[in-house]
Every structure is written in C-alpha cells, then in structure tokens.
C-alpha cells in the first residue's frame, strides 16, 4: 500500500507521493470544448514540477499542446474504504526531449518495453512538464477521512 499523506506533508513529498506511489494517473484536459483523457505514467519529478512522456504522434499530444490546462487524477486502494486519491490542477507544456534520458533512467521498465528500438522511441517521444498549480487529497483509510489541499 501507499504512504498515508499528513498536514505536515510537503509540497514535494506530494509530488515525490504522486510520481512513485501512485504512478499510473489520468490526465485530462479538452479539446474543441470537448474532454480529452489519457492513462499516463507520472515519470519524474523535478524542480516543483511534474513530467509524462507522450508520442509525438498521438493525437492526445496535440491536444495538450492545443489546450494546455490539465488535471491529473488518481488513486491507489482494493475499494473505497481502502484507497487514497489526489486531483492535481495545472498547465502542461512541451519540453520536448528534456530530461529523456533521466526518465528512462529512473524507469527502467520503459527500456523493456521499447527493447526493440529505443533510440527512435526516445527520438518520437515528447516529454510534457506539469506544472501544479494545486491538488486536492482524499485518504479513505484513516478515520476520520482525511482531506488536504496543496498550493504551489
């Protein structure tokens, strides 16, 4: 299971929290005014910000170029009463290969997944910075429920 976040909790242990506990999150943000989702996986943090990886290809790409106001939500639990969650509000932009090479670094798994080729996957893939403007966490396993905003 995953840590239980506190009051005294900082803004970078959330984020520390969000990139290695919970990992595997849905950003979402529109298009044309109507919502656009992805399944991403928080890959970094960095300076205060947040970072995914992305085919320069897939459409969702273009729309967080196009829009670039996101949220990203998730949590980690085996039901309601066991699960914590968080909603980070933010902006997301394209640094494009920045910080690539550390990303596969630090997550090894995206070298066996791409195995076959990963220079060209690393050449395609875009890195997008989240930049958290504030997050909301909602933890069902403590009692009472514990909930606590984040500014930054």
Known sequence: MVDILTNQTTNQEFSDFAVEQIHNVDVVTTYHGEPSAQVCDLLLNKNGKLYI???SQNPFFKDLIKQPKVIVNDYKGNGTMDSCGFSI???IQNVGHEYIDEIFGKNDYLN??????VEAVKEDLRV?????LEASYLDHRTH???MRKFKF
């Open 128 to 132: 997008l910075e989240i930049i958290p």
């Open 112 to 117: 066996e997944i791409y195995a076959d080729n």
């Open 89 to 91: 509000r933010g902006t």
């Open 53 to 55: 990886a992305t085919s």
């Open 144 to 146: 009472p429920i514990f």
